[in-house]
C-alpha cells in the first residue's frame, strides 16, 4: 500500500498529463471540447479514474467517451513515460455528475425562488386572524389596584408600627 498523500500528488500528475495528451495529441475527430475535472488513483496506485465533462448534447458526449476509450492506450503510455513509475495504473473514464447536478439545483433554488415570490404576494393583503397581540393578559380589575397599595404597605409592618408608636406618644 502507497502512501495516501503520494496517491494525491500521483493523482494531479495524471489528470495534468492526461489532458495535456488530450489537447496536444489526441487528434480523434470524435473527441469534443473535453475537460478532465478530477482524477482518483487507488491506495496501491493500480488503477486511475478520471472524471471529465463534455461541452456539448448528448451525442458529443457520446462520441467523446468512443474516443477516450479507444484513446485509453495512447493516454496510459503516455503517462507511464512521464512519470516513471514502474507499473503504470490503468485509466478508467468516468463521465462527470458535477454539470447535471449543478443544473437540478439551479432548477431547485428557481422554483424555490418562485414559491417564496407567491408566498410574498399572498402575505401583500392578509391581516391576522385574531388580535394584533395574541397573547392573553389577565383582566386588571381597578378597586384591585387601590386594595393591593394597602396591602404592600402592610407586608412590611409599616402600619401596625405606625399605629404602636401613636399609642405610645399619647400615653
Known sequence: MADAARARRLAVRIRQIVSATIEMQIKDPRLGMVTITDSRVTSDLREATLYYTVYGDAEAAADSAAALASATGVLRSTVGKQTGIKFVPTLTFVADAVPETARELDEALERARHADEELARARAGAA?????????????????????????????????????????STR
Open 128 to 168: 391576522y386572524a385574531g388580535d394584533a397581540d395574541p397573547y392573553r393578559k389577565p383582566a386588571v380589575d381597578t378597586d384591585e389596584l387601590d386594595d393591593t397599595a394597602d396591602d404592600t404597605d402592610d407586608r412590611f409592618g409599616e402600619d401596625d408600627v405606625l399605629a404602636e408608636d401613636r399609642q405610645g
